[in-house]
Each structure stands twice: as structure tokens, then as C-alpha cells.
């Protein structure tokens, strides 16, 4: 059983007690979560296969979640659903610990929060945007386009590009 306030602090002292080639599988399922301070997510979903190798624990993950974005054209909220895969080693010995650097706590509990939060913030965009063709807001009057027409127009000679045309009529 896991501890409701560290849902992702998994105790696998059985498994490592067991033959080469081993696995259990952790599911996991929230319908709201907050991974470290910065990270909500919805919807949470996934699994956890862990396995005994000869140089320790190797944790398989599969997950999936929405979480809240701010779109960066018309600075509205949306929900973004995003998934990932994991693979780590948590290493019995310092000499067979992988470039993550996980090694197994004497105590046999791994907390897979951190590296979850790590593969869950690079599957949110750089620059969120609500949907493809979103029209952002109005540069004159901040109007969010996609809701109404606040009639301002960009006249082209107000555009970055505009000098580049002269380019293609010569």
C-alpha cells in the first residue's frame, strides 16, 4: 500500500529479493495530482513496471495527463493532454549506476516523483497555444480575436515583412 501523501514512493523490497527477470507492475490513477510544487495534472493515468536485472531495478513507465495552460497568443486557459514513457535504473552498486545517477536506498522505497515531474514537464509545449489556428488578441485594443471582430486592421506597411516585398516587385 502507498502512502496517500507520497502516492509515488513505491516499496520494492520484494522484488529485489526475487530471481533476474522478475516485474511488478505499480497502476496509478488520480483524478487531480500535484507533482512537486509547479506541476498539476488531471486525468493522471499509467503504470509502472519494475523489474530485477542482475545490476538493479529497471522502472518502465507509461503515463498520460491533462494539465492547465495558458495559450500564448490569446492568453486564454485551456487543458493540454500530454503522455510519456520512462525507462530508469535504480542500480544496486555506485558502479553499475546509469547516467541518471539513481541508485537504490538501503531502505528499498524509490520515490518516482521526481523523474516523473522531469518526463512530464518536457512533454508540455514551450509555447502553448489553445488550438492551431488561434488568432490571439487584437495588438490596438487587446480584444481576444477568436471571440469577437473588434474591426482594428494591421495595415501592411505596419508589418516587419513589408520592406521585403518591395524586394520581389524589383
Known sequence: MT????????????????????????????????????????????????????????????????????????LSTFEQAIQWEMTELYAFKKKSVSESELLLPEDAHID??????????????????????????CPECGEDLNLVDCGHRRLAEESPFSALKDLLND
Do not use: W
Not at 516523483?113 to 488568432?135: G, N, Q
Open 3 to 74: 502512502d496517500p501523501h507520497r502516492p509515488f514512493r513505491l516499496n520494492v523490497g520484494f522484488i529485489v529479493h526475487q530471481e533476474v527477470g522478475y516485474h511488478h507492475e505499480f497502476p496509478f490513477e488520480f483524478e487531480q495530482i500535484q507533482i512537486a510544487d509547479d506541476l498539476d495534472l488531471h486525468h493522471f493515468q499509467g503504470t509502472a513496471l519494475i523489474g530485477r536485472t542482475p545490476q538493479g531495478l529497471i522502472v518502465r513507465g507509461k503515463f498520460k495527463a491533462e494539465t492547465s495552460l495558458e495559450c500564448m497568443r490569446c
Open 112 to 137: 518516482l516523483e521526481p523523474i516523473t515531474r522531469e518526463y512530464a514537464l518536457l512533454e508540455i509545449p514551450i509555447k502553448p497555444v489553445c488550438k492551431p489556428d488561434c488568432k490571439g488578441l
